[in-house]
């Protein structure tokens, strides 16, 4: 597969906990940061976005992380 240039995560959990993380300290600090997880097609691995979710597949992607962000420690 080809390689892109974001940060990788092996899956929806990891990458739930970063975007948990990231969304955290940045609204401590007044910043907008990534809203969303989603799968590449370019590497196969789950990135973080700032553009919200669109499509019925983006949407159940999004379900999926949520959930996992809520089982997620700060």
Request: with cysteine; proline share 5%; net charge positive.
């Amino acid at each position: 597969m080809a390689d892109c240039s974001k940060v990788p995560y092996a899956n929806i959990y990891a990458a739930a906990k970063a975007l948990k993380s990231i969304t955290h300290h940045r609204a401590a600090r007044g910043l907008t940061g990534p809203v969303a997880v989603h799968r590449c097609v370019k590497c196969g691995a789950w990135h973080l976005t700032s553009h919200r979710p669109s499509g019925r597949r983006a949407r159940r992607w999004q379900r999926g992380a949520e959930s996992v962000l809520r089982d997620v420690p700060r």
